[in-house]
C-alpha cells in the first residue's frame, strides 16, 4: 500500500462525500421522523411542546446515527486515485513523510 499526500483536492473530495451525504440523509431521515411522529404522539393527547422536544431529540439521533453511517461509506468508497482506509499502527506499509 502506497501512502499518497494529503493534498487540498483530496481533503476536499472527502469533505465534499461527507457533507453532501450527511446532510441529504440527515434531511431524508428528519423529514420522514418528522412526519411520522406526529401520528404516533397525537392519539396519546401530546402537547405541541412534548411533540417538538422528541423530535429535536429524535432529530438528534438521527444526526449522530446518520453521521456515523456517511463515515462508513467513506471508508468503502474507491475515489479516482485514493481511498480512505484504516491502517494498523507499525503495519508494514510504504511511507511518505507526513507534513
Not at 5 to 34: C, D, H, N, Q
Not at 50 to 74: E, K, P
Request: glycine share 8%; hydrophobic share 60%.
Amino acid at each position: 500500500m502506497e501512502r499518497v499526500e494529503v493534498s487540498w483536492t483530496r481533503v476536499a473530495k472527502v469533505y465534499w462525500l461527507v457533507l453532501w451525504r450527511g446532510m441529504l440523509f440527515s434531511f431524508l431521515g428528519a423529514l420522514i421522523a418528522g412526519l411520522i411522529l406526529p401520528f404516533i404522539l397525537s392519539p396519546f393527547g401530546a402537547s405541541d411542546f412534548l411533540l417538538v422536544w422528541t423530535a429535536r431529540a429524535i432529530g438528534a439521533l438521527i444526526g449522530v446515527i446518520v453521521g456515523m453511517a456517511v463515515f462508513r461509506m467513506l471508508f468503502d468508497k474507491m475515489f479516482s486515485d485514493f481511498e480512505v482506509v484504516l491502517v494498523k499502527p507499525g503495519s508494514q506499509t510504504d511511507t511518505i513523510d507526513p507534513q
